[in-house]
């Protein structure tokens, strides 16, 4: 077997474990010995797979002896999502369109979310009175405006919207602070845009829905569509 293919041989082995349910959060792997025998790959297969699962947030490894050693299943996978996420954004493995359309339909749900539940997340107000600050330059302002729709994922308690957001927040940052600097009136985009954002919150604390919806779609579009070249 090729040294480059046996290493998803273990990936494939541990993800048909994790979604039988044999395998689960706290969980220990086989020895890395013990994998390579039942497998019939090399030992540096394994730990290069060991690598990319740790790397994932999919597992934690440890060295030593005790219930903590060894490779263990984590519970906080989201962070490896992000992560992964993240780079394949910066290496611009995705089209920016498809980024954008992605976060569209993201942010709608998170928006629709919210408001079901009519509760606007904490510190969003005060977030928000923060970029209200006329000395901010454009690249904190977006910046703070980033960290604005983060925290919208983030209420929804839903792991993977935030994981989602955060992996995808470098490519947004990106294409949002280059863009500003071609904007004439930049004093009327923040006003704007603040505007935006209040009455998406807004929206959100009245439990109107299908209004939270519609403005953060047009906030997030009317953006890319004014400042696309």
């Known amino acids: 077997m090729a040294e480059a293919k046996a290493w998803r041989t273990v990936l494939s082995h541990v993800e048909a474990l994790l979604r039988s349910g044999e395998l689960g959060p706290g969980d220990r792997l086989s020895s890395e010995r013990d994998l390579a025998v039942q497998l ?11 690598r990319v699962l740790e790397v994932m947030g999919v597992l934690h490894t440890a060295t030593g002896s ?3 050693a060894g490779a263990v299943i984590t519970t906080s996978a989201g962070s490896g999502l992000a992560q992964v996420l993240g780079l394949q954004a910066a290496a611009q493995a995705f089209a920016f369109d498809d980024v954008v359309q992605a976060r569209l339909v993201l942010e709608t749900a998170v928006s629709t979310s919210l408001a ?5 997340p904490e510190g969003a107000a005060e977030l928000l009175e923060a970029m209200d600050d006329e000395d901010l330059a454009p690249d ?3 910046a703070l405006d980033a960290r604005f729709h983060a925290m919208l994922a983030e ?13 995808l927040r470098a490519a947004i940052e990106t294409y949002v602070q280059s863009r500003a600097h071609d904007i004439d009136d930049w ?3 923040r006003d704007r845009l603040q ?13 109107r829905a299908d209004e939270a919806r519609t403005r953060i779609h047009d906030h997030i579009n009317g953006y ?5 070249v």
């Open 40 to 50: 019939g790959v090399g030992r540096s297969s394994v730990r290069e797979a060991l």
């Open 66 to 68: 005790g219930p903590r």
């Open 116 to 120: 079901g539940e009519a509760a606007a």
């Open 140 to 142: 904190d302002f977006l």
């Open 155 to 167: 209420a929804t308690g839903n792991a993977v919207f935030a994981a989602i957001m955060t992996g």
């Open 187 to 189: 004093a009327a985009a």
């Open 195 to 207: 505007v935006e954002h209040r009455g998406v919150l807004e929206s959100i604390a009245a439990g």
């Open 224 to 228: 890319y569509a004014s400042t696309r």
